[in-house]
């Protein structure tokens, strides 16, 4: 993408509105903009980094065996009266008359609504276990949204439904997804730990919520260092597969044991007894609930299927949050410096910027060109008649990953400079071993 | 996918309140099931389906050119009172009061938010011309909503604005969308006709609808023949480039000097003079419509930009709509046999389906396993225990465009027989054999 036909609105002033860091710095980035009170548009450097995430967490959701589907925003309000809970959720629940005076609202969460899609179709326990999710806009009426897209009114969720037989079987289903999870954030570049959490509107007695580590984080966090260690993604002898129910144990057993709590449910004399070397303390932010709650929606909303034996079984159900447009900001609020953003390569929205510090400069124009084509849209092309300061600035305001910089003198020697915007480093190169170095 | 343990409800009976056949054979084959109204959820084949046609639309977007964004579904009703439109929408406007009593709106389309988005950061005539796309959820409260996803009220559309400092400016872009256009049914599969078209509510003095060719369309439509012959794809010499004015006015003439028409605009006169064998007749559906519009929200909206001058000037501005999951349903409108769907390769949720015809038979079970792991993913599998008819006629019905089929004593004998569903020809392969041909 060329910047001089980008809509990427940099922004050099710090907004007023703004009170937290993700917040500036997606303003400021050109990210999003605000559209209503806790509303916002996506532009092109926001969605790209909002896109990486939404693949991310649908890569591990498929490779947990979940299956993908897209419920509608809009809801009927029979379901949540049905349940019990269309009363429970008070305002925050957006509440909307079609022109048939029918009562509608725009879902906060989809308990309800793929529990009437699971009782039309599933007749007996030879179809479970089951595991369904979707991506999708949720609306929750915050009374005063503030933050940014870290506590927007109108945001982008995962949630994930598990459908089994019995209660062995929906514990099993709690395991995979609280290691999809883990393995998710790790991909994101994120240090998660997950915590034992109540479970509150949605119901249930097992839950846990997920914290990302944040020097700006909104809470005081307390955990063990093996949380620190952990490596969910490699697949080898004291890896973890989804697959098997031993490995899904002895996860889920490390994941539990050791000291993790917020601030609201630090436990002092635990604590006390927890090593001095292995005792962490930080900042964190929610991005992640996941919940077991049994019966209690396929109960309420009178769901039987077939068992083994022939006699009908209310399955047990299980649901599991991430909330996929606040991780945009959480990753912000984890990686960040003075100079703005600096994102993880594994969602940023170019893997690198290439600075033409004299735009008319043959020589400069021309290694500009043939590194753009290169990159093969993966890059973002600075061509903007601007000072190099400018551009400097903005390169580190946005926060790719690596910037290519192309100056007279160096186009001329057939030479760029390549900056590492996490280390700082630079170091100068052939065009060639630059792009090498990139991969 | 396993079929097994898949959500692909397929039923065997035709749901009543079915009146056309993609939507029946949507219910039918498990890709959708209404939640209210005109409402629907997107089971794994819909979705997949759903996807594959977004997909599709993206690249040829971003192709053209144009940067995609994504705006919230709930739109402030402020911007709606600026540009006059507020009241003209009438009852099809989903209108909403938030907590604090504010006047909110589901956006229906959204020249208004886009614009005000320009507004904010666009300054002058260097940064032109920009051309904005999104894919988001639209509501529109029909009054009496049917047809299944043709006409539904909670709908997933593309639309996309050009921004352009004068007129021939504002003509490049409107060219540069309808060969995007053009392109993007062609690689649905899809014969597509831009026919002269009233503005309505848009507003404007230049609009052309896209219809495609369907047996069970829902419009009387007459042609000339040119239509049926046009290669948009083709990139050598004849073919179109977005980037070339040249190509760009020899297409548009290519598209609006041939003969086409819906019954309501049908001219019997122009007709009579076209050469018999060059007349076409058949049925259509409306998948697309584009807008010239000038500056008709920028006036309104009061946006002005820097001109080459120096003085201020309102940008002319165009739209550009696809119904991405209208299209769903108007492809099976156009591609199915009284046995169920004829996915296009480029859309089909799955390449092709492995039919094992004997479950717990040792060969087949294993022959089958060996193919679907070949495929990694872009298989289902029906793996069910159920007889051969079933399967057969469920593979025909979800319409993959080849099925892969396994029993004993083929299996014993390492061989498949292969059936292109499109044709119904069947051919006895070995198994890698049947690899090469799907691809």
């Not at 009114?153 to 459908?163: C, G, I, N």
């Not at 899904?248 to 006390?272: P, S, V």
């Not at 004299?358 to 093969?376: I, P, Q, T």
């Amino acid at each position: 993408m060329r910047l001089s036909r980008s809509f990427i609105p940099t922004m050099k002033e710090t907004p007023a509105e703004a009170q937290i860091t993700s917040h500036r710095l997606m303003l400021r980035a050109g990210m999003v903009r605000q559209t209503s009170a806790g509303i916002y548009a996506w532009l092109p450097l926001g969605l790209r980094v909002l896109k990486n995430i939404e693949r991310l967490v649908r890569e591990e959701q498929d490779a947990a065996g979940a299956q993908e589907v897209l419920m509608p925003t809009i809801q009927p309000a029979e379901l949540w009266k049905e349940s019990g809970r269309y009363e429970d959720y008070g305002k925050e629940m957006l509440r909307i008359k079609d022109r048939h005076d029918r009562d509608m609202l725009y879902g906060p969460t989809n308990e309800e609504m793929i529990t009437d899609l699971f009782r039309q179709s599933v007749k007996s326990y030879r179809e479970l276990p089951q595991i369904l999710y979707h991506i999708q806009w949720k609306f929750r009426d915050e009374v005063r949204p503030r933050f940014g897209v870290m506590r927007g009114r109108e945001f982008l969720m995962k949630d994930a439904y598990s459908f089994d037989i019995d209660h062995a079987g929906a514990v099993q289903s709690y395991r995979k997804m609280m290691l999809a999870y883990m393995r998710t954030f790790q991909r994101i570049g994120l240090k998660a730990i997950p915590m034992e959490a109540d479970t509150g509107p949605i119901g249930g007695d097992l839950s846990h919520e997920f914290i990302i580590l944040a020097p700006t984080g909104e809470s005081q966090v307390y955990y063990d260092a093996t949380f620190e260690e952990m490596d969910y993604l490699s697949a080898g002898a004291g890896g973890f597969s989804h697959e098997s129910a031993e490995d899904l144990e002895r996860f889920f057993k490390a994941m539990t044991t050791q000291y993790a709590a917020t601030d609201e449910k630090h436990d002092a004399t635990k604590w006390a007894m927890i090593d001095a070397p292995r005792k962490r303390e930080g900042r964190g932010i929610e991005v992640g609930h996941i919940f077991y709650f049994g019966t209690k929606y396929t109960k309420s909303m009178g769901v039987r299927i077939a068992g083994a034996d022939g006699k009908p079984v209310h399955p047990e159900m299980g649901s599991y949050g991430i909330g996929v447009s606040r991780l945009v900001g959480a990753v912000i609020e984890a990686s960040h410096d003075e100079a703005g953003i600096i994102w993880p390569d594994s969602i940023a929205p170019f893997k690198a910027v290439i600075l033409n510090l004299k735009r008319g400069d043959a020589a400069c124009d021309a290694l500009c060109e043939a590194l753009y084509a290169k990159f093969a849209g993966t890059a973002l092309y600075d061509d903007r008649e601007d000072r190099a300061g400018v551009k400097f600035a903005d390169a580190d305001l946005m926060g790719h990953p690596w910037q290519v910089v192309v100056g007279p003198r160096g186009a001329a020697a057939g030479r760029v400079e390549l900056k590492r915007r996490a280390t700082g480093e630079r170091v100068e190169l052939t065009p060639d071993e630059a792009l090498a170095r990139i991969g």
